[in-house]
């Protein structure tokens, strides 16, 4: 028997995976009993880590943009939400779910997934359930501000937890898996919210109450089964028998060298943070998230000047992104299998451009429409791959857990930056802040471009200088 990590593992557990999964080298025996038994126990693995993982980060995004629909079914009067009020409201979310982040990440590793991803869950769905219940926009305000403070490590903490029970060349289906189930959910959340609309004048309560009120407490309640069903890290888990976990953890240590879980520390922080190619996926992640927002904000002016009101318009938005599903897990099967991301980002940074281009307001509706369904798969398929990208190039448990923050970063920033690009001086048009965010798309490309570039030269310098890429054995760049 040896060690890894501290934690021993039996000899044969070398032959458990062929090249094509884990990464292996010349070594690697074939044999059809360990494929069948490697692939048993990611099947298994997938059953405990994944769905669970997708339905809370789908009950958040459900629970940060229900407000929309709470706007229109009588927030707006009741709250007297006049002049940039409902802005500021939609503003304060993002500051405080940036800056939940990384220590939210940090508490991840340090007390576990299963006592901190619960006590947030709970906390958001009180937050929200109280905003059903407030007079004052500005206690909405404040609510919306810890709304963004508890969710803020969902997503994170979602990206950590997934990298650390799989292979590196694993990781992009099943963030895409977990990340299309949130897509879904965003599909349909105007058609939830419109239903629990319906239930305006109960209890002499206007629908908007009851939408934050019941969605709230719907929240509360999977935070409860979150504290029974949340997946731990490897090392602490129970969900293979004693010999299964060992030849689970062998395989995550050929393939990364760090099966084990590192405690973050303030070097390794320095190390990720002083890289400018962390700051520079940032960036690239910035701009997607800013096309998402455009695409948000010119869907309901197409359908609009389509015909489509009320619940056929909110039916029809959601076409878009059930196509984006299938793209999605088609694309991210591709990145992995290849183990290329960037030329599989590139490609849906192509869509997004193409897309863009179609929604201009010189083409009819119908053409624009079909452009929101090609920007809509380039952009949600890029939030995955990018972050896949980020945890492919991290060695070391620790840096991942600091770089899906970094990249996750990019989520609220670009909320801020999108929301702001469209002026209301542009209507109807809004070309200035539509060509911005073409050349966005644009930059997205040439930036992942230039960063495969970075990351080969960066192996190949290693390679002849006969040194270590980060000083661990065995690891290379992804491209």
Not at 162 to 188: D, M, N, P, Q
Not at 381 to 392: E, G, R, T, W
Not at 413 to 435: E, K, M
Request: aromatic residues 12%.
């Amino acid at each position: 028997m040896r060690k890894f990590g501290g934690v021993e593992h039996l000899g044969f557990c070398d032959r458990l995976d062929d090249e094509k999964q884990c990464g292996g080298g010349d070594n690697v025996i074939s044999d059809p009993n360990m494929t069948a038994r490697k692939n048993r126990l990611v099947r298994r693995v997938d059953l405990y880590v994944l769905p669970v993982l997708a339905i809370i980060f789908a009950c958040s995004i459900i629970d940060r943009i229900n407000i929309g629909s709470a706007r229109v079914l009588g927030m707006q009067e009741d709250l007297q939400l006049t002049g940039n009020r409902y802005n500021v409201i939609l503003q304060t979310l993002f500051p405080a779910y940036l800056l939940a982040e990384l220590p939210s990440n940090y508490i991840l590793v340090k007390v576990s997934p299963r006592l901190w991803l619960p006590f947030l869950i709970v906390a958001w769905g009180a937050v929200l359930t109280g905003m059903g219940f407030t007079t004052d926009w500005r206690v909405v305000a404040f609510l919306r501000f810890l709304l963004g403070a508890f969710e803020g490590g969902v997503l994170p903490g979602m990206v950590y937890i997934i990298s650390c029970w799989y292979c590196r060349y694993e990781v992009h289906r099943r963030l895409s898996w977990a990340y299309s189930v949130g897509v879904l959910a965003s599909a349909f959340a105007g058609v939830l919210a419109y239903a629990l609309g319906l239930m305006g004048g109960l209890r002499d309560m206007k629908g908007w109450r009851w939408i934050f009120a019941l969605e709230g407490a719907a929240t509360m309640v999977l935070g409860i089964v979150a504290w029974f069903t949340v997946p731990e890290f490897p090392e602490n888990s129970k969900v293979l028998k004693s010999e299964d976990q060992e030849v689970y953890t062998a395989r995550l240590q050929r393939d990364r060298g760090d099966a084990n879980v590192e405690k973050i520390t303030l070097a390794t922080l320095k190390q990720v943070l002083g890289d400018w190619t962390s700051w520079f996926q940032f960036l690239l992640f910035t701009f997607n998230n800013a096309s998402t927002y455009s695409l948000a904000f010119f869907v309901p002016t197409i359908l609009t000047g389509m015909g489509y009101t009320g619940l056929t318009a909110s039916l029809y938005s959601a076409w878009p992104y059930l196509a984006t599903m299938g793209a999605m897990w088609i694309f991210a099967y591709v990145s992995d299998k290849t183990k290329m991301r960037t030329p599989v980002i590139c490609a849906q940074s192509l869509l997004l451009l193409i897309g863009l281009l179609l929604i201009r307001p010189n083409y009819s509706n119908h053409v624009r429409f079909f452009g929101i369904f090609l920007a809509t798969i380039g952009c949600q398929c890029n939030v995955p791959a990018q972050i896949s990208l980020a945890q492919s190039n991290a060695s070391g448990s620790a840096k991942r857990s600091i770089m899906a923050v970094v990249v996750v970063w990019g989520g609220p920033v670009g909320g801020i930056v999108g929301s702001n690009i469209f002026r209301q001086q542009d209507a109807p048009t809004y070309v200035p802040g539509l060509y911005t965010t073409v050349a966005m798309a644009v930059v997205i490309i040439a930036g992942n471009v230039l960063l495969a570039f970075v990351y080969r030269r960066r192996n190949q310098v290693a390679e002849q200088s006969n040194t270590l890429v980060d000083g661990v054995p065995g690891f290379k760049h992804s491209l």
